[in-house]
């Protein structure tokens, strides 16, 4: 299921098999909402090419009451409303979502999503929790640092997580672009920040990692 807590329900599916559910599925549009991925220019992308998600519907959030500058933020004037999310569409219809477009992170000129990041770390079975952040770099604009959370008996290093991420990815992407999504310093923690609804707070995440030795010696870049 996918949605806001503006708009509602905007995407859903049913899984009869689990081992056929990619991850960050979310579905087809309900009844009455439409959904598409758009480019920068907000012009629809092909299946397959990432952008940002919008949906919009006829009965369903139309915009704040009183405050036209914050409507005006995220609806456009076709009533689109703009998730901030980035997705693609598979050629069965099915959209995924890859994460926030304003945490996107920009490395050697190339777009990286951390939740894309995240997720492939999270996979190791030692480990608990992942953040991944970029911080300021004046050659590569932004580099890739991470944060970690590991079982407390299951010690690893940063050649064992970067080795991790490259056999997960094998054959998934070119060796140029592999580069740059593998953090350049792993950090550990004990425990990450989280929200009420436990999920990983970014913001509080990333002002705790800038205060620590996480920032190394460069400042965080901002996130929003």
Known sequence: MYGTTEFGLASAMQVSNPNEFEDYAIGYPTPGVELKIVDDDGNIVPKGTSGEIYFRSRDRFH??????????LCLDKAGWYKT????????NGIFIVKGRKS???IIGGLLVTPLFVENIIKKHPNVIDAYVYPVHDDKMFQRVYAAVVVQPEGALSDVAIRNFIVQQQSGNLDSFIEKRYIPEHFFFYKELPHTRNEKLDRKATALMIKSTKGANQTDLYPQR
């Open 63 to 72: 915009g704040y009451l009183n405050n036209k500058e914050k409507s005006a």
């Open 84 to 91: 901030d999310d980035i997705g693609v569409m598979r050629e």
């Open 103 to 105: 945490d996107m992170m």
